[in-house]
T-cell receptor, first 110, second 115 residues
């Protein structure tokens, strides 16, 4: 059973506009959530995270929102840039195990 | 960049042969993990280690074994490779507190093809 789900396999956005990537989870024990970015032939790299005690965390162009009651988190990228084109994975953890979603491939069109 | 080296980077092998993938870290992190990445499945945890000789199973551990005899090395072994184990394998590490609002750092991956 997939405990972390990303229902949109792909997303295309015009440069300068907002990209919104979504993620849902099922396990209410998850208390820490992360977003990773992955380019082809490279390992995933950490982007931004949020603890379950918060509902928003911002880092430059990237903002993560957490809605615990809906078990939903989202990543907003504003403004989107061509270099943001990559696969984005959301992840959730409870203790020392990290569970990942299936990824969303973002394409930012110049 | 976290000091994580995976070897080999690419491997092609035949069904039924044993395969060992190596992960080496220079960060002295306590936790080490093996994930596999497959289309439609994302990243799935195979095994992880929370110290020397301390390991545990993940979501998809069948057909895999691991060993950690030194803090810096975490080995993943496919005792008898099958075509379903064709995948990209990622090693990840996490600092000493392991999972308490810590993040994972990933290696560059090993592309394994089982023919």
């Amino acid at each position: 059973d997939q405990q972390v789900k990303q229902n949109s396999p792909s997303l295309s956005v015009q440069e300068g506009r907002i990209s919104i990537l979504n993620c849902d989870y099922t396990n209410s024990m998850f208390d820490y959530f992360l977003w990773y970015k992955k380019y082809p032939a490279e390992g995933p790299t950490f982007l931004i995270s949020i603890s379950s005690i918060k509902d928003k965390n911002e880092d430059g162009r990237f903002t993560v929102f957490l809605n615990k009651s809906a078990k939903h988190l989202s990543l907003h990228i504003v403004p989107s840039q061509p270099g943001d084109s990559a696969v984005y994975f959301c992840a959730a953890s409870a203790g020392n195990q990290f569970y990942f979603g299936t990824g969303t491939s973002l394409t930012v069109i110049p | 960049d976290a000091g994580i080296t995976q070897s080999p980077r690419h491997k092609v092998t035949e069904t039924g042969t044993p395969v060992t993938l190596r992960c080496h870290q220079t960060e002295n992190h306590r936790y080490m993990y093996w994930y596999r990445q497959d289309p439609g499945h994302g990243l799935r945890l195979i095994h992880y280690s929370y110290g020397v000789k301390d390991t545990d199973k993940g979501e998809v551990s069948d057909g895999y074994s691991v060993s950690r005899s030194k803090t810096e090395d975490f080995l993943l072994t496919l005792e008898s490779a099958t075509s379903s184990q064709t995948s990209v394998y990622f090693c990840a590490i996490s600092p000493a507190s392991g999972g308490l609002n810590e993040k994972l750092f990933f290696g560059s991956g090993t592309q394994l093809s089982v023919l």
